[in-house]
């Protein structure tokens, strides 16, 4: 296996922000706290472009929402820049809120209306929108069209969520959590439009908690942490930068033998030494220059603890993995 680049945590250096339909600059969004400011954002810079998906990825309190807010207006930036579609979004005038296209996870939506009424409404506002009925039959909302908002699914709630964002014809598309709450068809669906849209020009800014969505939709991705960008690049750069060798080994113990997993653990020998591990709960997972003698190490330890693993794997490392490096994991 060719030898990686080092770690690093801008393995690539972003796509020209001149020609940004958003550029965030050194981002700073401060609250007032309790007895002290709290720093929801701290001199974060970004870029997001026409016929891209970009994605923003993070734990809950790494600044992903207070982003998005400064960046479709609903905040003001405490210090920094934000500009979208060349504009000033906190003063932006209701031209430039015509171009874009806004999907919350919890939707926003009225409970007490009905989706064909609400879209047929939405639709009213825009010059040139696309017809309720095109949007519902795409999206496939008809069959609960006349249904109340309060009613419905979550995966339901998250289409008629979409479809409202997208009423507009947006040249900027922000969607938070667009696949929460989607059976597979469904899921599979709006990823689809979604693709489509970019190929069309569309601007995507999405947040996700899935990183299987995530490394299957993004063509840029930023990992924040603390308020700041901890990590950039395309999912490719991001996963062949994080380690000299992309490989995870995970094994599992039954529980009978988690304490001898960690009286004794087989990666505590001189073999391992260029290997990263955690432990949690029953499981070990070891990332690094991985190669068979490694698994016949691991095994060799089964035996003589008498223990035969419940699971053991060896993969590339994922998208999950350089997330959880960048925001943390769990610790024995």
Not at 37 to 46: E, F, Q, T
Not at 195 to 212: E, K, S, Y
Request: hydrophobic residues 40%; neutral net charge; aromatic residues 4%.
């Amino acid at each position: 296996m060719p030898t990686q680049p080092e770690h690093t945590t801008r393995p690539a250096a972003p796509p020209d922000a001149g020609t940004a339909a958003l550029r965030i600059s050194d981002l700073v969004k401060t609250f007032e706290g309790r007895g002290e400011p709290v720093h929801a954002v701290r001199g974060l810079s970004m870029a997001a472009h026409a016929g891209r998906i970009t994605a923003l990825l993070g734990a809950n309190g790494a600044g992903k929402s207070t982003t998005l807010q400064c960046a479709q207006g609903l905040q003001q930036p405490t210090a920094g820049s934000v500009r979208l579609l060349g504009a000033d979004p906190w003063r932006a005038a209701p031209d430039l809120r015509a171009r874009v296209g806004v999907m919350l996870q919890d939707g926003g939506l009225p409970q007490a209306v009905r989706p064909g009424e609400l879209l047929r409404h939405v639709s009213r506002l825009y010059a040139d929108p696309v017809p309720a009925p095109e949007l519902m039959d795409v999206l496939g909302i008809g069959s609960f069209a006349h249904t109340p908002v309060r009613r419905l699914s979550g995966g339901q709630k998250q289409r008629v969520a979409l479809a409202a964002a997208l009423v507009g014809r947006p040249e900027v598309l922000f969607l938070d959590e667009p696949s929460a709450g989607l059976d597979p068809r469904s899921r599979h669906l709006v990823f689809e439009l979604v693709q489509r849209l970019r190929d069309r020009g569309t601007c995507i800014i999405l947040t996700t908690h899935l990183m299987d969505d995530a490394a299957r939709l993004a063509d840029y991705v930023y990992i924040l942490d603390r308020g700041t960008v901890a990590a950039q690049g395309t999912v490719a750069e991001l996963v062949s930068a994080q380690r000299d060798a992309p490989l995870v080994m995970t094994v599992t113990l039954a529980p009978e033998h988690a304490a001898a997993l960690r009286a004794d653990p087989p990666w505590r020998t001189p073999r391992f030494h260029d290997i990263a591990w955690t432990v949690k709960d029953r499981t070990v997972t070891l990332t690094g220059p991985l190669d068979a003698g490694h698994v016949r190490e691991i095994t060799a330890w089964a035996t003589r603890n008498e223990t035969l693993p419940e699971a053991l794997s060896v993969q590339p490392r994922s998208l999950e993995d350089v997330f959880l490096d960048v925001s943390g994991r769990d610790l024995p």
